[in-house]
């Protein structure tokens, strides 16, 4: 019993009581609102953070997705460009939670869900996390083989020793193990201190995607018939134009459903509030729309070289050097456009889903994780989760993953009609950490009210993800078009049920907040604008190296400032008397 006692108390996060840390089973100190030092996000790492999210395999093979189902050139490119201004519209809509309050999508989900009922939102993150950081080390890897190949030609022809009921070859999973492990140290860095990696990652992979389109146009000296592709729908289909468009569109923004959903992790950090909007809009949509068009030039002109269509950019670079075999200069080319693709993957991954998935698991275990042992958890799990199994058999459970937007768009709906509507963008950062007492923790840690109205969203669209991964093609025509609106439809059915519910069966504390500061999260102007009586202790922007980071109850106020500030507090509060106030003030 005194070796399992002492393993519990060494799992046991340790937190710093002169910072006024405090580890318990609600809070650590990656769940706190962040204080001004640790806020060290501007424009350019939200631009470098949604690079990553531009610059990437996935955003330059997006055009061949909707080639295929018969869109022209302009038909996909119209999709792409919509469908980012929405992403990035609703991801600082979102972001702007964080912004505000300091806090990340672990803690915003209490106020709508309760502390318990948060788990729901919380496990279906850590869930997507696990996956996509498994797939997203297997698409490295891929890389890294290429990389390999460039130095050892030989590497490509290497002989199988994994038995035939593994789905993959060894050169493979020697890829995807150099890949895991090279990620691995950059998972001890903090989030706060990303703006180097960002930069590097983002300018090396951008200067590769532009060598690699201008050498595919010089050697070419033009664009294959691809590039000028019209609509090729067949007169027999079942779906019109505008239907095909329409599923495009939510399959488009689908997949940044989950970047979306929890992009208050990462707005917290800002140290202004312009800095998410322009590195988000300059980036996700304006950076995004270009590396797409870029793909779709460069396998154009590639097709003129080769004769086929290559849209997968391992799968041309082992061509561009044929297969390890062609001239020294090829293979060096490649190897370099191999290792700028490869690290912009490393690191949206380790931000994107490991990261991620860290501060999720933090929130389910604050006692024992905090963000960095969560992200080394959620690598750990890619070798348990074995992507090469899912990339090379499921298919259909690729498929499906793609579609999780189903489930994540009421979700939004909820998150949005609750900060936004009920609550007026004010929130009480003191119950979100102490259920005693506080409004957040409803009936048994959970709020009865969001899950009807969550499950109300995604049920009438589940059918058509059923019937569209399962090829059901004697499925009713309306299962597939609910299906196919299935962003849109279940965010607006989320949204209008919890706020007419929430109308019927008020929710104690709406729009109301903490008069004063007691966490030291908001500088002296903050404090002014949110009408929020600033803490002794706040700071101005990074003058503190590390700064308070926990929660410090506060005395009466001493200055004649805060004297001041906090009578005409009390003074408009008595004449605006929101709900739930007054337990606001007995509360402090």
């Known amino acids: 019993m005194s070796v399992v006692r002492r393993i519990k108390d060494a799992a046991v996060l340790k937190a710093d009581e002169s910072r006024h840390e405090e580890t318990t089973a609600w809070c650590n100190r990656d769940l706190v609102p962040l204080p001004p030092s640790r806020r060290t996000w501007g424009w350019f790492n939200y631009f470098g953070a949604a690079s990553l999210g531009a610059l990437n395999v996935s955003t330059w093979q997006t055009p061949n997705t909707f080639l295929t189902q018969g869109l022209s050139v302009g038909q996909a490119m119209?999709?792409?460009?919509?469908?980012?201004?929405?992403?990035?519209?609703?991801?600082?809509?979102?972001?702007?939670?964080?912004?505000?309050?300091h806090i990340g999508f672990t803690v915003q989900n209490r106020y709508t869900w309760g502390f318990r009922g948060a788990y729901i939102p919380l496990i279906q993150r850590v869930m997507l996390n696990f996956i996509w950081n498994a797939l997203q080390c297997w698409n490295g890897g891929k890389l890294v083989a290429v990389a390999l190949t460039a130095i050892w030609p030989s590497f490509s022809t290497m002989k199988n020793t994994l038995p035939a009921s593994v789905p993959t070859t060894t050169s493979e999973m020697v890829g995807f193990t150099i890949f895991w492990l090279l990620s691995v140290p950059f998972l001890f860095i903090r989030p706060e201190r990303f703006k180097k990696p960002f930069f590097f990652s983002s300018l090396g992979c951008g200067l590769a995607m532009f060598s690699m389109m201008v050498w595919s146009l010089s050697v070419a000296k033009g664009v294959g018939p691809i590039f000028w592709k019209g609509q090729d729908v067949p007169a027999t289909s079942r779906w019109g134009i505008s239907w095909i468009m329409m599923a495009a569109l939510n399959q488009a923004i689908g997949q940044k459903a989950a970047g979306m959903t929890n992009e208050s992790d990462f707005s917290r950090y800002a140290c202004n509030r312009w800095g998410l909007i322009v590195g988000t809009f300059s980036v996700q949509w304006i950076i995004g729309i270009i590396v797409s068009i870029a793909g779709l030039v460069t396998t154009a002109a590639c097709q003129r070289i080769y004769g086929e269509i290559f849209w997968n950019p391992p799968d041309l670079m082992m061509v561009m050097m044929d297969s390890g075999h062609g001239?020294?200069?090829?293979?060096?080319?490649?190897?370099?456009?191999?290792?700028?693709?490869?690290?912009?993957?490393?690191?949206?991954?380790?931000?994107?889903?490991?990261?991620?998935?860290?501060?999720?698991?933090s929130g389910?275990?604050?006692?024992?994780?905090d963000i960095r042992r969560g992200a080394l958890i959620t690598f750990i799990a890619a070798w348990i989760i074995q992507p090469w199994q899912l990339i090379?058999?499921?298919?259909?459970?690729?498929?499906?993953?793609?579609?999780?937007?189903?489930?994540?768009?009421?979700?939004?709906?909820v998150m949005i009609a609750d900060y936004y509507v009920i609550r007026r963008q004010r929130i009480k950062l003191n119950d979100l950490y102490r259920p005693e007492g506080s409004d957040y923790w409803y009936s048994h840690g959970f709020n009865w009210r969001v899950i009807p109205c969550w499950i109300a969203g995604w049920a009438p669209t589940i059918g058509g993800l059923v019937a569209s991964a399962g090829k059901m093609t004697g499925a009713p025509d309306?299962?597939?078009?609910?299906?196919?609106?299935?962003?849109f439809?279940?965010?607006?059915?989320?949204?209008?049920?919890y706020y007419s519910l929430v109308l019927v069966f008020p929710v104690a504390g709406a729009g109301a907040f903490d008069l004063h500061d007691d966490w030291a999260t908001f500088t002296p102007k903050e404090a002014a604008a949110l009408g929020v009586v600033p803490n002794e202790n706040a700071e101005e922007f990074q003058l503190a190296k590390f700064g308070q980071s926990g929660y410090a109850k506060h005395g009466e106020p001493t200055s004649a400032t805060q004297k001041e500030t906090w009578r005409d507090l009390e003074a408009d509060m008595g004449a605006e008397k929101p709900v739930g106030q007054v337990e606001t003030r007995t509360a402090i």
């Open 392 to 413: 090379n058999r499921a298919a259909t459970f690729v498929t499906v993953l793609s579609s999780f937007s189903v489930f994540l768009a009421p979700l939004l709906g």
């Open 489 to 497: 439809t279940g965010m607006a059915i989320s949204f209008i049920l």
């Open 327 to 361: 001239s020294s200069a090829a293979r060096a080319g490649v190897f370099f456009l191999s290792l700028a693709f490869g690290f912009a993957i490393l690191f949206q991954n380790v931000c994107g889903n490991a990261v991620a998935g860290g501060i999720d698991l």
């Open 78 to 101: 119209a999709i792409i460009v919509v469908s980012r201004l929405i992403v990035s519209i609703f991801t600082c809509v979102i972001g702007w939670i964080g912004l505000t309050w």
């Open 364 to 369: 389910i275990f604050p006692r024992y994780v």
């Open 478 to 487: 309306a299962l597939f078009q609910i299906y196919y609106t299935a962003f």
